[in-house]
Nanobody, 122 residues
Framework: QVQLVESGGGLAQAGGSLRLSCTAS????????MGWFRQAPGKEREFVAT????????HYADSVKGRVTISRDNAKNTVYLQMNSLKPEDTAVYYC???????????????WGQGTQVTVSS
């Protein structure tokens, strides 16, 4: 069982930055792929970024590529999402997720955090 707790959301201005953190319980964090997803009001949950457990390879959604960096610190059981050059369309609840598969598909993740709100004003 893995429990995930996100933090770092909040209000930012367009062009600004935020860093989200997701801390996991359990001793097997380093063997899970970690992903970030987001859900805006009235929209479906969408993939943002993922990082593999074995070689920390990463993959990003086209909508955030070049503005967002996912990283992990296995010693701290934490995955980060650094978001720069924020846009109003980045406004959403951001969720981190853990799974055995390195994937952009939400169904491939077994464990989810409660989400953290990110609001970007224009």
């Amino acid at each position: 069982q893995v429990q995930l707790v996100e933090s770092g959301g909040g209000l930012a201005q367009a062009g600004g930055s935020l860093r989200l953190s997701c801390t996991a319980s359990g001793r097997t964090f380093s063997t899970y792929a970690m992903g970030w997803f987001r859900q805006a009001p009235g929209k479906e949950r969408e993939f943002v970024a993922t990082i593999n457990w074995s070689d920390s390879s990463t993959h990003y959604a086209d909508s955030v590529k070049g503005r967002v960096t996912i990283s992990r610190d296995n010693a701290k059981n934490t995955v980060y999402l650094q978001m720069n050059s924020l846009k109003p369309e980045d406004t959403a609840v951001y969720y981190c997720a853990a799974g055995r598969m390195y994937s952009i598909i939400s169904d491939h993740y077994n464990y989810w955090g409660q989400g953290t709100q990110v609001t970007v004003s224009s």
